[in-house]
Each structure stands twice: as structure tokens, then as C-alpha cells.
């Protein structure tokens, strides 16, 4: 059975005026196609002014050219939603106005009825992208300026893809800056590395802001990251080689071994479990937390010791945190504690990838047990 959704009168403001790189009314639009509606009838606007827009495939009706049947969802044209409530309202059978509907913590539905208004959905909407899962460096430093970069470049034509190529040459300057300056050039590779981790977070809020999505995207920046990890962590082991750390060497190649191993396991999970997506959330590992969307929120329950530990190590191995971790310890002299601490986050990963497979097999897709 198809689903309907309708679009009423009065609007709020102007349903075509822009919010986060998108006319309010398209966002609209897209969300409700994400939530699995298959057909919008739009009041108040001519069938000539509908958007045209490649990303929608979904039926856009004017009033009284919808099918019969009651909407399962009806709003105001012109809201502004977090962008994951249509669906979130539809997998739990909601049915009447979303601006009734109950929220849960960080959602929101807005009215921004003029430009000062519009502004502060476009700070919600930005704020929605900060995930649960985000580990501590990009909650605390990357995420407060990768969404800054993202607001700046939403009104422009730069696609995700074009913006995970920007991201990677910091990655690629970073490798080779280390890799043929040694260890005098530790700093500065250290700092084009970091810029790299946060212009890597523009990608996905530009693909989620503006609805542009495509495997051949997920898999661009799922490998280019991986491969901007390994060239570094080579570059430094070689630098440190060259300077005379005699474990260098050592550490290098058990970590490029166990991080390879890690990486075909992923990808194998990916085309197996993950349905070809190279999104890592398309995924679970065993004993691994469900990927959220939802804003970060501590909501103050107690935790456990071993649970924090537990919280603690998995935030201390995340890539946010370990390509953050090469700058303090160049500007401090002592790059060998990255190169260590890179090579027991690569081997752990790899041994956990492959005794997975080789124990329980592939990962479960996400969502599943």
C-alpha cells in the first residue's frame, strides 16, 4: 500500500526560501521520501512551482491531485524538521500532523517565518549531524569546525565526493611532507593530518544536509580514509627509522600487516553483510553498539567502572582520536608514542576483524542481532 503525506495551508514563511543549502519546501520533500512516503500533495503552491530535482522520486502533486485515501503524515509547508522524525514517525505507525507528533531528545520541528528564524533551524539542523557515536576529539574539536566549513560551503555546488577528494589531498601532503622531510617534518605533517580528520567530517554533512548520497561515495571515503591512515603510520615508522628508533621498523610492518588484514575483513563485511554499501554503518560486529544519528547527549547515568574503562578504550582507539594523537606527540618530541600507540589500535582491529570471521563469520547487517 502506498503512502500518502500532505503539505497544507497556511504556510510558514516562505516554503522556498533557503535553509542549510536547500528551499525549505525540497527538504520537506526529501525527508518525507526517506521516511517511505510515496506521494506529497502540496497545497498553496501551481504545479509549474513544484521542485524538479533530481534526488526526488517520489509523486509531487498539487491540491486536489493527490490520490484517494487519507495522508499518513500531514504538516505545514514551510517546517523545518530534524531530518530523520518523518521516518522515525512512520516506522511507529504515527499517522496525523508532525507538528503534534512527540519528539524524543534532540528532534525538533521549527516554523521559521523570516529570515532570523531560518538562520536558527539551519544551527539545528547543523547541530542534528553531531552523532552519538562521534568519538571525543570530534565532539570536542573536529565537529565544532567541520561544521562551521559545512555551513560556508552549502550554497555552493561542491558534492561530498569533490569534498572527500579536498580532504585526502590534506592526507596525501601530509604523507609526503613526513615522508620525504623525516622526522624535522613531523609538525607540520602532523597538522595537515589533522585537517584532514576534520574536513573528512564535511563530506557526510553535506551528503546529509543535502540529501546527496551514492555508494560509490561511501566507499570513496571509507578507502581513502583507511589509506590516508596506512600512508601516514608507514611515513612516520620510516621517519623514525631514519632518525634512529630502533623499533621503528618493527612496529611498522606488524601494524601495516594487522591493519591490511583489518581492512579486508571490512571490506569483505561490507559486500557481504553491509549490501555493498562502504558505509561502516551499514554493519555490526559482535558486541558492537547500533550506529546512531541522533545528537550527542549525556544525560547523566551513572556507568559503571568497567564500563567506563570499556567507554574510555574504545573512544582512545577511534581514528578521530589516534590521528589527533601524532600532533601533540610531535610538537612534543615523541612521536614514537603515536607510532605505538597506532600499531596496538591496528593490531587489535585486525585480530578482532579476523578471528571474527574466522569464529562467527561475517558481521550481522545493522539493525540485526
Given amino acids: 500500500m502506498s503512502l500518502r503525506a500532505v503539505l497544507t495551508l497556511p504556510p510558514v514563511g516562505d516554503p522556498f526560501a533557503h535553509v542549510a543549502g536547500l528551499s525549505i519546501l525540497l527538504r520537506q520533500l526529501l525527508s518525507l521520501q526517506d521516511a517511505g512516503i510515496d506521494e506529497v500533495e502540496v497545497q498553496g503552491v501551481a504545479e509549474f512551482d513544484l521542485p524538479e530535482d533530481p534526488r526526488l522520486s517520489i509523486r509531487v502533486v498539487p491540491a486536489g491531485r493527490g490520490s484517494p485515501g487519507d495522508p499518513v503524515l500531514r504538516a505545514r ?12 514517525l512512520v516506522q511507529e505507525g504515527f499517522r496525523g500532523d508532525i507538528e503534534a507528533a512527540p519528539l524524543e531528545a534532540g528532534e525538533f520541528v521549527v516554523a521559521p517565518a523570516d529570515a532570523d528564524q531560518r538562520r536558527a533551524a539551519e ?53 609526503l611532507v613526513v615522508a620525504w622531510g ?17 574536513l573528512d567530517g564535511c563530506d557526510g554533512e553535506i551528503s546529509r ?65 553491509g549490501g555493498g554499501s562502504g558505509s561502516v554503518a551499514s554493519i555490526r560486529w559482535r558486541g558492537q553498539k547500533e550506529h546512531g544519528e541522533t545528537p550527542y547527549h549525556d544525560y547523566g547515568e ?53 578471528v571474527h570471521w574466522l569464529i562467527f563469520g561475517p558481521p550481522a547487517p545493522a539493525g540485526k542481532p
Avoid at 223 to 247: E, I
Fill in 123 to 175: 544551527d539545528l539542523l547543523l547541530a542534528s549531524l553531531i552523532k552519538a557515536t562521534d568519538g571525543i576529539i570530534s565532539r570536542t574539536i573536529n565537529r565544532r569546525i567541520s561544521l562551521r566549513v559545512t555551513r560556508s560551503l552549502l550554497e555552493t555546488s561542491l558534492t561530498p565526493n569533490q569534498m572527500t577528494g579536498v580532504a585526502s589531498a590534506f592526507g596525501l601532503a601530509a604523507i
Fill in 209 to 273: 544536509l543535502k540529501y546527496i548520497r551514492s555508494r560509490i561515495g561511501e566507499w570513496l571515503d571509507q578507502v581513502a580514509d583507511d589509506m590516508v591512515n596506512l600512508g601516514f603510520f608507514v611515513a612516520t615508522g620510516w621517519a623514525l627509522h631514519l632518525a634512529g628508533w630502533g623499533p621503528a621498523l618493527t612496529l611498522t610492518a606488524i601494524g601495516t600487516v594487522l591493519h591490511l588484514i583489518y581492512q579486508v575483513a571490512l571490506y569483505a563485511a561490507l559486500v557481504v553483510s
Fill in 77 to 88: 509547508a514551510g517546517l523545518v524538521w530534524h531530518r530523520l522524525v518523518p521516518k522515525r
Fill in 302 to 354: 551513572p556507568k559503571s567502572a568497567l564500563k567506563w574503562v570499556k567507554e574510555t578504550l574504545e573512544m582512545a582507539g577511534r581514528r578521530d582520536f589516534f590521528t589527533f594523537l601524532y600532533l601533540p606527540a610531535a610538537v612534543l618530541g615523541v612521536m614514537y608514542v603515536a607510532l605505538a600507540w597506532c600499531t596496538g589500535i591496528f593490531v587489535l582491529s585486525g585480530l578482532a576483524s579476523g
Fill in 182 to 198: 623525516g622526522a624535522a617534518w613531523f609538525v607540520p605533517g602532523a597538522l595537515l593530518l589533522q585537517m584532514q580528520s576534520i
